[in-house]
């Protein structure tokens, strides 16, 4: 297959995950709803972080690891459903009710990137996702390093895309996204996605 028919290939491939709802979606449409557009930028750019990390882990060997040991495998992926838990239910029992001060104020300026990073890094499918899916796209005598982080980075070029799509279209309906009740229902229901998603990663096998 020639070069650009592998990034043609790769590129809508990317698009269709990107697209389909998820936990990353979730995590970036409450977070611009509820706390306004800069920390939905920083939870964007934090989920894109961990998959350029996960694309390093693959491109250096360390996600083949993930995908031949039982005990690295589980290891990750019970990390990430007790962080998802932890993170789904502090939502259920706690919504927020409004804006707080020090979210105004910018004083918790990396939560959330580093919450959409970890969020990422936890979870041992993606490793296994780029591990089994990447070498499709890369041109057999090809330098592996090179050609797994340029599709990597078009996987994050078009996530980063459609988080920005997703963050404009919540800041035109602000106004009423951020009442009372809307901040609750929408915190208790992301809750209730990430604790279905730990649940989801915690069950699953290979």
Sequence with gaps: MPFADNLIAFTFAAMLLTLTPGLDTAMVLRTSTVEGRQQGVRAALGINAGCLLWGAAVAFGLGALIAVSE?????????GAAYLAWLGMNML???RQSLSPAAKAGQSDANWFLKGMMGNLLNPKIGIFYVSFLPQFIPQGQPLVAWTFGLVSIHVVIGLLWSMVL????QSLAGVLRRKQVIQWMDRATGMV?????????????
């Design 93 to 95: 029992i706690r919504p």
């Design 194 to 206: 990430f604790v279905l998603f730990a649940a989801r990663l915690a069950l699953s096998r290979r």
């Design 167 to 170: 963050i404009g279209a919540t």
């Design 71 to 79: 005990l690295a495998y589980d290891a990750l992926k019970y990390c």
